[in-house]
């Protein structure tokens, strides 16, 4: 069973950073590719970035591109999702997710690939 949880998540000004974490457990995090998505009040869950395993390939929507960083500990079984020079329309609750057996280890995009999901941490970018 594929656990994730994301933390830090808050309200911080416009122009500033966060940096979320997803916690992984069930699984070896070495072995899957991890996705992060945000899902802003009235509106689809989006895709924001993805890392493959070992880090070889990351990808970001260009919303996003140049401001956010994805990275990994795995020691630690941790993934990270670096963002600065926020902005309001950042604001949304955060995912991260594991993709689907049969691909996990690739850097994906779309939600239709990933099975398991944490329950996500809130971003508020606002003056």
């Known amino acids: 069973q594929l656990q994730l949880v994301e933390s830090g998540g808050g309200l911080v000004q416009p122009g500033g950073s966060l940096r979320l974490s997803c916690a992984v457990s069930?699984?070896?995090?070495?072995?899957?590719?991890i996705g992060w998505f945000r899902q802003a009040p009235g509106k689809e869950r989006e895709w924001v970035s993805c890392?493959?395993?070992?880090?070889?390939?990351?990808n970001y929507a260009d919303s996003v591109k140049g401001r956010f960083t994805i990275s990994r500990d795995n020691a630690k079984n941790t993934v990270y999702l670096q963002m600065n020079s926020l902005k309001p329309e950042d604001t949304a609750v955060y995912y991260c997710?594991?993709?689907?057996?049969?691909?996990?280890?690739?850097?994906?995009?779309?939600?239709?690939?990933?099975?398991?999901w944490g329950q996500g941490t809130q971003v508020t970018v606002s003056s």
């Open positions: 069930g699984f070896t995090l070495d072995s899957y590719g």
């Open positions: 997710a594991g993709p689907v057996d049969q691909l996990r280890r690739l850097c994906l995009t779309s939600v239709e690939l990933f099975r398991s």
């Open positions: 890392m493959s395993t070992g880090g070889s390939s990351t």
